[in-house]
């Protein structure tokens, strides 16, 4: 997961960084919901588009992940698993939603957008794309599209559900932690080696984004416990969002602005089908298991895993709920993906 950067890659990362803060500058001057993810993302897509050569080398990814899974845990306290028990009836709609939405979405890509049929549900799976691609790839598909329909996916998704979360008439010009005093660098330094070893052990057994996951449980079981009070201090938490921000528009690099152009309405279908499944199943998961239905949103919304995350903190869900919702919907799809997909070959 760790390996020293090359030179090259530390150049790109810091100039896509840079892209990333102003991103971020700007939409917090003009007062943009979550301007620490959305203004990073649009501005560095924006300018990956327009030719420039973005990404973040994989070691700083990994590391800015730990950082922000500590600074989320932060946030659990002894209330935090209180509806666990209920969670399982939460799994089985989020199960249900991702089979209808892979069906509907991928026979809409096949019939009105003229994708082959194994093409068209890769692209319409609502997340895990490392695992889309690869599939992908082994199967000579129509890789460019399917990147480009998921990549626009989780553009749209990172600038549309907070302003959902707005019509919901949730407030998000709030702080993207819970107050506290900031934690003790001796605790912070504890919590990121026990994140560091947990996500490793987490990596062996192939969970996607083994140092988010393993910076949370880490984070969380310190503060549950009261062994590393506090929270994780402003100018970090804001610098591991930013980089989460600005990952997602680092996605369209190497994207030309023809193929974005041939795919985007195609993307955008695709994502606003996906929101209203996703939100026609949280909206009776909430009422039943008593959340706030913009909280089940953010834990069903098909955006990447570390985003959705993040966004769960700044509108105050419950972190756990969240994080496992969202590695479950990864797991479905590991299992439905490969289904779907075998199927059309054996016919």
């Not at 209808?100 to 003229?114: D, N, P, S, V």
């Not at 449980?217 to 549950?224: I, M, N, R, Y």
């Amino acid at each position: 997961m760790l390996a020293r950067p090359s030179p090259d890659s530390l150049r790109i990362t810091a100039q896509t960084l840079i892209v990333g803060a102003i991103g971020a500058g700007i939409a917090e001057a003009i007062g943009a919901p979550i301007a620490v993810l959305t203004g990073p993302a649009l501005l560095v897509s924006l300018a990956a588009l327009a030719g420039l050569r973005t990404g973040i080398d994989d070691t700083v990814r990994n590391l800015v992940f730990l950082l922000v899974g500590v600074s989320i845990g932060s946030g659990v306290d002894s209330n935090a698993t209180a509806a666990m028990l209920r969670w399982p009836l939460a799994f089985a709609a989020l199960g249900l939603m991702l089979w209808a939405t892979l069906w509907l979405c991928g026979r809409l890509l096949h019939h009105g957008f003229g994708l082959d049929k194994r093409s068209a549900y890769l692209a319409a799976a609502p997340g895990h794309l490392s695992f889309v691609v690869g599939l992908s790839t082994g199967l000579n598909l129509d890789t460019t599209r399917i990147v480009v329909i998921q990549s626009v996916r989780l553009l749209a998704l990172t600038l549309t559900v907070p302003a959902i979360a707005l019509a919901f008439g949730f407030e998000l010009t709030g702080q993207v932690l819970p107050p506290g005093p900031p934690m003790a660098w001796s605790h912070l330094g504890l919590l990121l080696i026990a994140g560091l070893a947990l996500g490793y052990a987490l990596d062996k057994i192939g969970l996607p984004a083994p140092l988010l996951i393993g910076g949370m449980v880490a984070s969380a079981l310190g503060h549950a416990t009261e062994v590393t009070p506090g929270v994780m201090h402003p100018w970090l938490s804001y610098a591991g969002l930013m980089t989460v921000g600005t990952l997602i528009g680092a996605r369209f690099n190497g994207i030309t602005r023809r193929a974005l152009a041939q795919s985007l309405l195609a993307g955008l279908t695709v994502t606003t089908l996906t929101v209203l499944m996703a939100l026609a199943a949280a909206l009776p998961v909430a009422y039943t298991l008593g959340f706030d239905p913009t909280h089940v949103l953010i834990a069903f919304a098909p955006g990447g895993l570390e985003t959705m995350i993040a966004m769960g903190v700044v509108l105050g869900a419950n972190p756990g709920f969240v994080a496992a919702a969202h590695v479950a919907r990864l797991l479905f799809l590991t299992i439905l993906l490969p289904a779907f997909v075998g199927r059309l070959q054996r016919t």
